[in-house]
């Protein structure tokens, strides 16, 4: 989280709301369901929207594509995507799609939160994926960033 916090932050020096994300991954035996290599950062992103003019450029969403072609794979089962912002519906969207393991994030958003808050893609038994979420890591500092962002804007 401190690395996706880092990512917020470039994304905060270049004007854009600041939000950031990494793809940690890390292999596992399917029978047993141990590690069988480190974990790694494969991936990093950060919010780029205003920059590309892309509604969908949003920091866990690059870095999903991004980890996509390092891993060679669309599928993301071994990988945990770190972000400071509860995800979207769309970025949640993708994490179901691409079978991510597990989502952790720091700010809840009451307002667009799709891991909790609005949605809970990551347990509609309805669809054929299911993840975990751990929210609220570093919470006051991913918070306090999106805060500072804002404050500063008006
Ligand atoms: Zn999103």
Redesign the pocket.
């Known amino acids: 989280m401190r690395l996706a916090l880092e990512e917020a932050r470039l994304a905060a020096q270049a004007g854009e709301v600041p939000i950031g994300a990494v793809v940690v991954h890390q292999p596992r035996d399917r029978a047993t369901g141990k590690p069988t290599a480190e974990a790694q950062v494969i991936a990093r992103g950060h919010n780029q929207c205003e920059a590309l003019k892309d509604a969908?450029a949003?920091?866990?969403?690059s870095a999903m594509r991004e980890a996509e072609q390092a891993l060679d794979n669309w599928r993301l089962s071994d990988c945990t995507i770190y972000v400071t912002l509860e995800?979207?519906?769309?970025?949640?969207g993708l994490m179901q799609r691409s079978r991510v393991s597990r989502c952790v994030y720091g700010a809840a958003d009451p307002k667009g939160g799709a891991l909790g808050s609005l949605f809970a893609i990551h347990q509609d038994q309805r669809l054929n994926h299911r993840f975990q979420v751990t929210p609220g890591v570093l919470e006051e500092e991913c918070q306090a960033l999106l805060r500072r962002f804002f404050q500063t804007r008006r």
């Open positions: 969908s949003h920091a866990e969403f995800p979207c519906v769309m970025c949640a």
